[in-house]
């Protein structure tokens, strides 16, 4: 099923957003090492709600949930994604995607586009390395332009864009040292350099090659059931446009007609609990966030009335009076969002 839509706003209440912890700007790398999500003071009057990616790709560590939890600052909101994420030889390579970008601007969150400079040998394998840390003054700097930066989110984020390449090359050096210092291979650079230049050359270029890659992406998943996902509808494409013409590329776990309603369905399965873990769960309620507030939803031709639902199944028998105190808890701010944001909940 291939569907259409529009976003014109972002309205959203969320509930589920853990407290920050804060930390001073002297602080940056603490908070990078320590926490996924965070409050960054610059003085008494300045402070930014922070998050960071693993890595470019939104599939790996939850990026979705980090950001989330931001969510109910009312300030700006800032998020760090990796142009690049190289893991060595043995490991995995993922590049930063436009749409990555554009989805955090609709959101209204700054990212700043970085690049990894430390890192670690891995014990298991000779040619992959871990824990990998970001260039920190690098960081400082541009939370700095975006405290006295008085646009948009989505300014902001195309002005970054611009600046991609270089961003590009510079974490390929940094790269070639980490790969001379702890003596070990990484990716041919070759083929790496190759690929950043025909990506972040020409900002449009980038943006088309990258909307061509999550569509890919799109199809692929739209094509593949996780054994872990309890599936009763129709997997479908949701293309999103916005109000500056900008496209984001979705899936729907399920999509079922009925009359003139669609019900967009994203659903999370536990193997282990009788709930999916809060970061799978949060990561749900950000495409909610985007179901939510969809217009003109269309399947060949037709508009339909769009119908979000967030479904969580386990592998059990669901049983909620078997629900810790904590998941008890959890589930009440969950039906509550749910119904603040006129979302369904399926349990």
């Known amino acids: 099923m291939d569907l259409s839509a529009k976003i014109k706003g972002i309205k959203y209440q969320p509930l589920l957003c853990k407290e920050l912890r804060i930390y001073d700007l002297s602080d940056l790398e603490k908070a990078l090492d320590t926490s996924a999500s965070f409050i960054l003071k610059f003085n008494k009057e300045n402070q930014i709600a922070m998050s960071w990616w693993v890595s470019p790709k939104r599939t790996r560590s939850y990026p979705y949930a980090r950001v989330y939890d931001t969510l109910n600052f009312s300030g700006k909101k800032v998020t760090v994604i990796p142009v690049l ?12 995607q436009w749409d990555t970008v554009s989805l955090m601007s609709l959101l209204g969150i700054y990212v700043i586009i970085a690049y990894y400079v430390k890192a670690n040998k891995s014990l298991r394998y000779e040619n992959k390395i871990t824990k990998q ?9 541009k939370l700095k332009e975006i405290n006295s930066f008085h646009s948009d989110a989505l300014h902001w984020n195309l002005s970054q ?8 090359l510079t974490a390929l050096s940094s790269y070639d040292a980490i790969s001379e210092n702890l003596g070990v291979k990484l990716h041919a650079r070759q083929n790496v350099e190759k ?5 972040l050359e020409d900002k449009n270029d980038f943006m088309n090659f990258s909307r061509m890659l999550a569509q890919q992406a799109q199809k692929r998943e739209q094509q593949t059931i996780q054994p872990k996902e309890f599936i009763l509808g129709t997997k479908a494409t949701l293309t999103i446009q916005n109000y500056l013409g900008g496209y984001y590329y979705f899936t729907a776990d399920e999509a079922k007609v009925e009359g003139k309603d669609i019900f967009l369905i994203e659903a999370k399965n536990s193997k282990t609990s009788s709930l ?3 970061s799978d769960i949060k990561d749900g309620l950000l495409k909610m966030i985007l179901f939510t507030n969809l217009e003109d939803l269309m399947l060949d031709g037709v508009v339909y009335n769009p119908v979000a639902v967030l479904k969580l199944t386990e592998a059990n028998q669901f049983n909620e009076n078997k629900l810790s105190y904590t998941k008890k808890k959890t589930l009440d701010l969950l039906r509550k969002e749910a119904e603040i944001n006129n979302f369904q909940l399926l349990l």
């Open 276 to 278: 999916p873990s809060i």
């Open 161 to 168: 864009i611009e600046g991609v390449n270089r961003i590009g």
């Open 133 to 141: 840390r970001f260039d920190i003054p690098y960081i400082e700097n």
């Open 195 to 199: 690929r950043i230049m025909e990506l």
């Open 85 to 96: 994420k190289d893991e060595g030889k043995d490991g995995d390579r993922d590049f930063l």
